[in-house]
Structures are given as structure tokens and as C-alpha cells.
């Protein structure tokens, strides 16, 4: 059976944004903890702190140039694939996205002028050429996630039928999503990059790689980690509660409540049927106390819409809102063990479960970065524009997306791998680099490039 | 001038330098291609990695640019182009992942072979993405683009002369442009030999987009014929100054003369690209979509003329920062040819 081009359209797109999403965040949260290494090393003359700054600011180097290359993939999809959703409402979320476009121009140019600049500005010049680029992707996940908040909650433009012919761009670009939804991403992204860079030296030290570098490596990602995981919860759940009183179908779905009522019960796991939760655990009256800080809230129901306006896949929807939550829980038992330890003795747990933990985190908090998409994505459904448009109204009439979406597949599985096979090398050269190969941060200029002017090759 | 008008210039601008600056790193691309074998083609390839280095990343945004601008403030000739067009425009896209990501490991590939690899993969992808790019602004020309979703044939729309000599063009014109950078780029490193290497290619490579645009300008006689009279009429002066152009930057090389080249050249593309844009006003699709008619909404407009006028005052002065640098060397990647011969008795090393 031919799967639909609908299908093949979405499943592009969802598979191409899950994988930038995680360049995305490293994006907007590396350069910041690249920063935090560079400030301490001039600070307190720590000549480790500086060394991980030049090491990270390679990495930025490397992720930053395949995101950027990601993202170009997903602007041309936005044509390629959405050409009647961006025809009809281009005009109204576009300019976030030319906004975006500055934020995104300042970052390339400021990070080309910070790797690049190393060895040729002075330290505290160099250290503040660095600062534009923590700022501007900050605005840049701003502008991008206030374009997928208005699509949860389009308002901003008239009429709601037919051809936009007035657009209020204030009220799309701060549309009430906003408030909730860029928040909860900029910490997902620190959230992410910090137990990501810290899972990676606590491998490290698990093979006994016990130096200095590594215990500062995982100790400043670790710590920013540590500090957003507790704020992301708060925001989240503020979101969820928002999302019962915006998007009360993705509600449903998420928490799986099939009929309108109170004293909704919550339910952990199991599968989600028309007749109700089964094999899940429950606890009575939870969700309507989430909600609305009493059991006796409200809570409506995927049966106060007709059938083909469900989301699909409610257990699927279910089940990422849960590992969403659930990572992030037990994250933050990992922040307070990291707390205690500090407090304790002003250095983190040495303990080989610490480090364990520490080395799982990083994988599981991308897990909880790719559920919190799912569930806003596929939650959304059918719509592509909540109650305004339709997924299926707006995907391309072009043949072939099945060819691109396998060619996008392979192509990306050969990226992904190249990305992380040269990170690893990186990394791995750095262990191993003698002296000489150890690149000195702020070393004397090494002069032009002279096997160039020479000419003394054949 | 109406908003839509200036939203259009805006979205001119953006495709200019894109065309410019991109396109020499898209030329950049194939003359590391052409450089030859690993010995052969070390030193051109090595100049044009510390030429491009620095600046590709911020040269590239601006097809994001174009790209958001013409989304923005003509959704529905957006539309039109990304449905009929989809298999050109995946195919540049396909080009632009490869390209950048090729480019991106190439840089920290120390194994021969993988580096080789990555180096095809970047040569290769730097005439596919300019080439497709051609194709879509031909099926453009033509007239080719329908309204609508998918509403233009998927495939006679950009396989035809008209798009595929367009197509050929862009690729000759990012090698012109590149050369005659990479040859003031080869004084800036005091590499005399690489400094009549790229005069002679530029000279070569001139040679072919003048008769690629000549041979252009006969099949929009006959395909196009709404542009080709534009280019004849309101659009004439911007061609001749183009030609003008283009012959100044001949007459410089063969004088090896030391300034001028690169604005020349840079201005000799961009009056191409200005010639088109006048030749087919008031359309956007020539003959199927006025930029009126395809223009946003007014609020939208104003806010992409301010946009664009922060962008102006923002972006601008930290590019020119950018590239003050990287000219007076202060910005760039010392490391690569020092670290390239301390790596060789390791890579001996790995070998055996």
C-alpha cells in the first residue's frame, strides 16, 4: 500500500526537526558554558578553564555549522513541503522569522570572529566577542519557538477564512503561548547541552581519566544543568496548565481523558483506549487537581470533538508526555544529589553512581527534549494551525516526497554519525595531543601563512 | 516607491548577495574540485580553505534571508516556487546539506582519506546547488511558475534550455567571481605562484560566462520574450554597465593590476542580477504574478522595511568588522598549515 504524500510530508518534517532541534540547543546553550570556561579562566588565571573554553568553542564550531546547515533544510521545507500553509500565512508569522534571520546573521558573524580570534585579540576583547553570540541565540530560539507558539495559539491576523488581508504583527509575535513556550525551550536547550557535555567527561572519568580538565569539564555544564532542571519543571508545569485552559484537546491527549468530567484520575503509562486508560497506574483525581488545584476541576475530554479532530496516536502522545516528565524528575534528584554534595563538601559526589548517573543524563535529557516535541507536534494534530488550519490542507500536491524523505533519512543517519565520529576524534586528539599539539589559548601569533608565501611545495 | 516595491528591492538586495558572495564560494568549491590530484592540488586548495574560511558561514545566511523575505512579504509567489520547483529546489537543498557539512569536517578531518572525501563531497556540491539555483530563476524567467500549489508542470518547468543555460551560468559565474577573489586573496598571503593561477583561471572563467550569458540572452529571445524585451528596454543601461564591468575586470588582470578586480566583478554580477529584477517589473513570476498582487499585508511590509532597517544598522557594521579582520589577518586560522606539517609523522604514524 502507498503510504499518503501527507504522510511522507510529515514524517520529514518531524524526523528533520528532531534532529535540529538537538543542534539547535547545543547552539544556544554551548556557547553560553564556553563563555562561563573562557570568563573563569581569565578570572582566577586557570589555565584548564581556558583550554575547555578553546575546546568548546571547536565544538560550537562544528555543531554550529551543521545546524546552520539543518536549518537551512527546514526553511526550504517550509516551501517544499508546506507551500499552502507558508502561501497563506507566511505573511502573518514570517516576520519572526526575518527577526530570527538577524539574530541568526549576528551569531554566525560573531562566532566566526571568536573562534577565529583566539590568538589575535587580546583576552577580555576576545572573552566579550563571544557575548553577542549567548545573546543572539537566545533572541534566534525566541523568534523560532514564538513562530511554533503561534501556531498553538494563532491570533494577529483577519479574516480567519480565506486570504489573511490584515496582520497586527505585536499580537502574533507575543501571542499567548508565548509566555509558556519559549521559556520552557531555552531551558530545555541548557538543560540538554549541560547534561550533555557533562555525561561526556563523566564517561571520562568513569575510565579514569580523573584530571583536572575533566572535573572542571563536568562540573560547569553540570552545575547550569543542575540549576535549569528545577526551573524547567516549574515552567512545564505551568505550561501543561496552560495548555488544559488553550489546547484542551492536546490536553486530553496527553493525559489521555476521553469524556468530559471532574475528578479526572492520572494516569501513569498504560495504553490509552476509547473506553479509558488500561494497565496504567492511577491516582483519582490528580489530573483535575493539576489542572485546577482542586479535584473538583474540570477537565475536558477528547470527546467534546469529533473523532477527526484527535490528535492520533494518544497512547504514543501519552507515553512522551510521561518519559518527558519523568526524565525530568529524576534529573532533578541528580541536582539536589549534586546540591547536597556541594554543600556538603564544596566539591561534587565522587561516588562512581555519580558519575554513572551524571553519564546517563546527557542521552536521557535529549530523550525528554524529543517527547516535549512530540507532544507539542503531534498534539497539535490535525491541525497545522490550531482550529484554523488543517495539516492536510496544507502539504504540498508535488509527487515524490517519499523519495526526498528516504534520501533526507540517509543522508542525515550519514551526517548524525560524521558529527559525532569527528567530535569523538576531537576529543580523542586532545587527550592524546603532546605538548606541541596543544593548542595555547591567546599564544603568540603564529605569524601569515607561511608555507603559502614560501611556495616551496612542488 | 509603494512598500511592496521596497519589499522587493529588499528581497533584490538578499539574492545579490547571496549571488555574490555565496556564488564565490560556490566557485571556491569547483576550483578545489579542479585543483587535482592531493599533491597537485594542496596549495590552491589550501588558499582557498584560509580565504573562506572565516566568512563562509556568514556568506551563506544570506539565502535564509532571501528565502524569509520572500516568504514574508510574497507568501503565494513563495508558494508557486517551492510546489512546482520541488524537485530542483530538494536537489540545491540536498547540494547546500552536503556542501556546508562537507566543509564543516573537512576542516577537523586530519586522515588523508576522509579529508579527501569530504573535500569531494564539498567540490561536488558547490556546482550541484548553484546549478539547480539557475534552473529555478530560469524556470522564473520563463514564465514557467503558475499560482498555486504544485499548479506548474514538475518537471519541463525547469528541464529546458532556458533553465538549464541559466543553471550553467551560475556556476560559471561563482568560478569567475571566485577566481578573481582567490587572486587577490593569494597577494594577501604572498603567494605569487597561486596569484597567477587564479589570474589565468579568472580570465578563463570570465571567457566562458560571457558567452554563457550571451547564449542566455538568445534563448530568452526566443523563451522569454517579456524579460528579454525588459533587458532590451528599461533594464538596457544596467546591461550595458555589467559588460562594462566585465571587460574593466579582464583589462585589470591582464594588467595585474592591485585594486578594483573584486568590485568590478562583484558589480558586474550584481547588474546581471538587477537587469533581471528590472526586465520583468511589475512581475515577481513573470507574466503570472505582479509583486502587487503577490505583496502582504501593509503591517507586514512595514514591519519587513524594519526589519531590514535594524538589520541595516545592526548587521552590517559587525560584517565589516568581520572581514576588517579577516583582511588584516587578525581573525583567521593560523593553525592549518603549521599544524599540517606537524601532523604528517603522525598521520606517517597511523599509516604504518
Given amino acids: ?458 | 516607491m509603494t512598500s511592496a516595491n521596497a519589499v522587493a528591492v529588499v528581497l533584490w538586495i538578499g539574492a545579490t548577495m547571496y549571488a555574490v558572495f555565496a556564488g564565490a564560494d560556490f566557485g571556491a568549491g569547483l576550483w578545489s574540485l579542479l585543483a587535482g590530484g592531493n599533491e597537485r592540488g594542496r596549495r590552491p586548495r589550501e588558499l582557498i580553505d584560509w580565504a573562506i574560511g572565516p566568512v563562509w558561514e556568514a556568506n551563506h545566511v544570506w539565502l535564509i534571508f532571501a528565502i524569509v523575505v520572500l516568504w514574508t512579504g510574497f507568501p503565494s509567489a513563495f508558494e508557486a516556487v517551492f510546489s512546482t520547483l520541488f524537485i530542483p529546489l530538494s536537489l540545491a537543498a540536498l547540494g547546500i546539506v552536503l556542501r556546508g557539512s562537507g566543509f564543516a569536517f573537512h576542516h577537523v578531518a586530519r586522515r588523508a582519506r576522509g579529508r579527501s572525501l569530504a573535500e569531494l563531497i564539498f567540490g561536488l556540491s558547490s556546482v550541484l546547488t548553484p546549478f539547480f539555483m539557475g534552473t529555478v530563476v530560469g524556470a522564473i524567467a520563463g514564465g514557467r511558475v503558475p499560482v498555486g500549489n504544485a499548479a506548474g508542470d514538475p518537471v519541463t518547468s525547469w528541464l529546458n534550455p532556458l533553465s538549464l543555460v541559466i543553471g550553467a551560468l551560475f556556476v560559471a559565474t561563482g568560478t569567475y567571481l571566485s577566481a578573481v577573489f582567490l587572486v587577490s586573496d593569494a597577494r594577501r598571503a604572498r603567494a605569487p605562484d597561486l596569484e597567477r593561477y587564479f589570474g589565468t583561471r579568472a580570465l578563463v572563467s570570465a571567457i566562458v560566462t560571457g558567452a554563457l550569458a550571451a547564449a542566455g540572452l538568445v534563448v530568452l529571445r526566443s523563451d522569454a520574450r517579456f524579460v528579454f524585451d525588459g533587458l532590451k528596454g528599461d533594464a538596457l543601461p544596467l546591461v550595458i554597465l555589467s559588460i562594462v564591468c566585465g571587460s574593466a575586470v579582464l583589462v585589470l588582470l591582464r594588467r595585474n593590476a592591485r585594486r578594483g578586480a573584486r568590485v568590478l566583478a562583484a558589480g558586474a554580477v550584481g547588474c546581471v542580477i538587477w537587469a533581471w529584477g528590472v526586465a520583468q517589473h511589475p512581475y515577481l513570476l513573470p507574466q503570472k504574478l505582479t509583486i502587487a498582487a503577490a505583496a502582504a499585508p501593509s503591517a507586514t511590509l512595514t514591519s519587513l522595511l524594519v526589519v531590514f532597517g535594524v538589520a541595516v544598522l545592526v548587521v552590517l557594521p559587525s560584517l565589516g568588522l568581520l572581514f576588517t579582520l579577516v583582511q588584516r589577518n587578525l581573525v583567521r586560522e593560523t593553525s592549518r598549515p603549521t599544524e599540517q606539517r606537524r601532523d604528517k609523522p603522525h598521520a606517517d604514524r597511523l599509516r604504518r
Avoid at chain 1, 568553542?57 to 533544510?73: D, I, L, Q, R
Avoid at chain 1, 484554523?388 to 550519514?414: E, K, N
Fill in chain 1, 1 to 458: 500500500m502507498l503510504a499518503t504524500t501527507l504522510q511522507a510530508a510529515r514524517s520529514q518534517m518531524a524526523f528533520t526537526l528532531g534532529f535540529h532541534i538537538i543542534l539547535a540547543s547545543l547552539g544556544v546553550a554551548l556557547p553560553a558554558l564556553m563563555l562561563i570556561a573562557n570568563y573563569r579562566g581569565l578570572r582566577h588565571q586557570d589555565a584548564d578553564a581556558l583550554k575547555l573554553a578553546q575546546r568548546w568553542s571547536k565544538a560550537v564550531a562544528v555543531t554550529f555549522a551543521v545546524g546552520a546547515v539543518t536549518g537551512t533544510v527546514l526553511s526550504f521545507e517550509f516551501g517544499l513541503l508546506w507551500p499552502a500553509f507558508t502561501g497563506r500565512f507566511g505573511e502573518v508569522f514570517g516576520v519572526l522569522f526575518a527577526i530570527e534571520g538577524i539574530f541568526f546573521f549576528l551569531e554566525a558573524i560573531f562566532i566566526a570572529i571568536y573562534i577565529f580570534g583566539w590568538k589575535h585579540l587580546s583576552p577580555w576583547t576576545h572573552f566579550w566577542s563571544g557575548v553577542p553570540v549567548v545573546i543572539t541565540g537566545l533572541g534566534g530560539a525566541f523568534s523560532v519557538v514564538a513562530v511554533n507558539s503561534w501556531m498553538n495559539q494563532p491570533q494577529g491576523y483577519a479574516p480567519t477564512t480565506g486570504k489573511v488581508t490584515s496582520v497586527e504583527p505585536l499580537k502574533v509575535i507575543f501571542n499567548p503561548a508565548v509566555p509558556y513556550e519559549v521559556p520552557h525551550m531555552i531551558l530545555a536547550a541548557y538543560l540538554v547541552t549541560g547534561f550533555l557535555v557533562a555525561s561526556i567527561y563523566a564517561v571520562g572519568m568513569l575510565r579514569g581519566r580523573r584530571d583536572r580538565i575533566h572535573r572542571l569539564g563536568l562540573l560547569i555544564p553540570l552545575t547550569v544543568a543542575c540549576i535549569a532542571t528545577p526551573i524547567q519543571f516549574a515552567v512545564g508545569d505551568t505550561a501543561a496548565r496552560s495548555i488544559a485552559k488553550d489546547q484542551p484537546i492536546k490536553f486530553a491527549a496527553m493525559e489521555c481523558v476521553q469524556t468530559t468530567s471532574t475528578d479526572v484520575t492520572e494516569y501513569l503509562g498504560g495504553r490509552c483506549t476509547s473506553s479509558g486508560v488500561k494497565d496504567g497506574i492511577g491516582i483519582p483525581g490528580l489530573d483535575s487537581f493539576l489542572v485546577g488545584w482542586s479535584t473538583s476541576t474540570q477537565v475536558i475530554g477528547l470527546d467534546s470533538v469529533p473523532p477527526d479532530d484527535r490528535p492520533p496516536a494518544n497512547t504514543m502522545l501519552h507515553w512522551a508526555f510521561d518519559a518527558m516528565v519523568g526524565i525530568c524528575s529524576v534529573l532533578i534528584l541528580l541536582a539536589l544529589w549534586l546540591g547536597i554534595g556541594w554543600w556538603r563538601k564544596k566539591d561534587f559526589p565522587q561516588s562512581r553512581w555519580f558519575l554513572r548517573a551524571t553519564a546517563v543524563s546527557g542521552v536521557a535529557s535529549v530523550v525528554a527534549l524529543e517527547c516535549g516535541w512530540i507532544v507539542t507536534e503531534v498534539g497539535r494534530q490535525p491541525w497545522i494551525v490550531y482550529n484554523v488550519m488543517r495539516t492536510s490542507d496544507a502539504v504540498t500536491q508535488a509527487g515524490g516526497i517519499w523519495i526526498t524523505f528516504a534520501a533526507v533519512l540517509a543522508l542525515y543517519l550519514a551526517l548524525g554519525t560524521t558529527l559525532i565520529i569527528t567530535l569523538r576524534a576531537m576529543s580523542r586528539r586532545w587527550r592524546n595531543a603532546d605538548e606541541q599539539d596543544v593548542d595555547v589559548p591567546y599564544g603568540p601569533d603564529a605569524g601569515p601563512p607561511a608555507d603559502l608565501a614560501t611556495g616551496t611545495s612542488g
